[in-house]
């Protein structure tokens, strides 16, 4: 009884501290603690050894990725290539095609496993220029960018974390089950472009073109044409990147990130050296913004190691695995409450796939569907207020929660829910591929 009232508070105390904004490591050492001590278990062995152990084992295991995918994002960011496709897909378009233009940029961006953050700076100010040119509600500049990202964290062969993950548990490739994929992502690029021109289309009927322009309270300054590379050496280091993932699949997964990545930083020093003014400083802050983010993960790896410990969650596992429902539901169901939980998909995915992952491959069902339905199942409540990437994009954008977050909830979070029962439901009926 201890056990699970500590189980429960523990879980809740960590929801609490993740929307209060304590940092990821702090939360989920508190949370290992109250775990530990309701369950009875030694707390200097809990903590030096289980939790310490895991979070170690995820380090050893991405520290090269994450920062070598640090620097890439970092000198995306600084030598403007993004911009400059952006740009580029504008003057192809129109400048009235902005959801598209962005949902292209994110898309792309994330694909190659950019970080987040980055890619929200890069395109902000793109984005909220072009609302303003064409007189368009710049209160749905949150969902561009996170809805966009959707899109791609889990399409395949992406080198998004989210589509790496699973990787590490079921052996499975980063293309694993493409059509699925293909699926998912096609239902939410569509949701994506006709919610964009549908809550435009409502923002005209209730507001003057003043009013719009009233929302805009300073202009973005973005590089210039001048400033830019030319688009084919532009979009040339994507290409490549995602290339050499497809075909070193057959490597291993860390080994052809790590091999992808290394080229595709190459090939920007060798040609676009002079508009990076620093390349040093550009390292140290791409490689520090990607070494965080594998702390953070590995912090919550070593929570599910204590997770595991606990007899009330080795009682809920039971719980879950008796349930009479499809083992792929149960996969859908299961990701998407725990990366609600703790607001974040990379979280969601690492618990879920401690706790179930080996017991659903004993089960024998197929590791490739259970791939993606695992990855894509994350992308669903991971926008929740207690989200450190929704509130940042927020902040970022100059929007609040109050006038912005319905149209995540609508253009993202519920098609991204349709989009995942869809897979799950897909491969009950025998669709797995």
């Known amino acids: ?10 879980i809740a105390l960590l929801v609490v501290m993740i929307i209060k904004g304590i940092d990821m490591i702090c939360a989920t050492v508190i ?5 530990l001590l309701s369950s009875q278990l030694s707390l200097s062995d809990g903590l030096l050894t289980t939790f310490s152990g895991g979070a170690g084992g995820f380090v050893t295991s991405w520290f090269l990725i994450l920062g070598m995918g640090g620097i890439f994002g970092q000198l995306v960011l600084e030598t403007g290539l993004a911009t400059k496709i952006a740009k580029w897909l504008t003057q192809k378009l129109g400048a009235k095609m902005v959801g598209l233009v962005i949902l292209i940029c994110t898309f792309f961006i994330t694909l190659l496993g950019i970080n987040g953050y980055i890619m929200v700076f890069v395109l902000y100010p793109i984005a909220d220029n072009l609302l303003r040119e064409n007189k368009m509600d710049r209160r749905l500049l949150p969902f561009m960018l996170l809805g966009g990202g959707a899109s791609a964290n889990g399409f395949m062969y992406t080198l998004d974390i989210c589509n790496v993950l699973p990787s590490g548990y079921l ?26 021109n549908y809550a435009q289309a409502q923002s005209h009927k209730k507001h003057t073109n003043e009013e719009l322009l009233a929302m805009y309270t300073s202009s973005n300054k973005v590089m210039s044409d001048e400033e830019l590379p030319g688009i084919g050496m532009s979009v040339l280091p994507f290409i490549v990147v995602f290339g050499i993932v497809v075909a070193t699949s057959s490597w291993g997964t860390s080994t052809s990130i790590l091999f992808s990545l290394t080229v595709g930083i190459l090939l920007i020093m060798a040609t676009q050296f002079k508009h990076i003014e620093n390349i040093k400083s550009s390292a140290k802050t791409g490689a520090g913004s990607g070494l965080n983010s594998m702390l ?7 929570l599910s190691k204590v997770l595991s410990l606990s007899p009330a969650f080795q009682a809920l596992q039971q719980a879950v695995l008796s349930m009479n429902m499809p083992v792929y539901l149960k996969a859908y169901f299961g990701t998407a409450v725990l990366t609600g939980l703790t607001g974040s998909a990379i979280s969601g995915e690492t618990i879920f796939l401690e706790s179930f992952g080996q017991a659903f491959v004993d089960m024998g069902v197929n590791v490739q569907a259970l791939h993606r339905i695992v990855t894509e ?8 207020p207690n989200s450190s990437v929704a509130i940042l994009t927020m902040s970022i954008c100059g929007c609040s929660l109050k006038e912005s977050y319905k149209h995540v909830i609508l253009g993202t979070m519920i098609p991204a829910a349709v989009a995942g029962l869809v897979i799950a439901l897909m491969a009950t009926f025998g669709i797995t591929f």
């Not at 009884?1 to 523990?10: C, H, K, N, V, Y």
């Not at 949370?31 to 775990?35: F, R």
């Not at 199942?377 to 929740?384: E, H, R």
Request: hydrophobic fraction near 65%.
């Open 1 to 10: 009884m201890l056990a699970t009232m500590g189980l429960i508070f523990a």
């Open 31 to 35: 949370t290992a603690v109250i775990i």
């Open 171 to 196: 052996g499975t490739s980063l293309g694993s089950a493409p059509f699925l994929s293909l699926v998912f992502t096609v239902i939410l690029a569509v949701c994506y472009f006709l919610y964009f």
């Open 296 to 302: 953070t993960v590995a912090a919550v790896m070593g």
């Open 377 to 384: 199942s994350a992308l669903i409540l991971n926008k929740l």
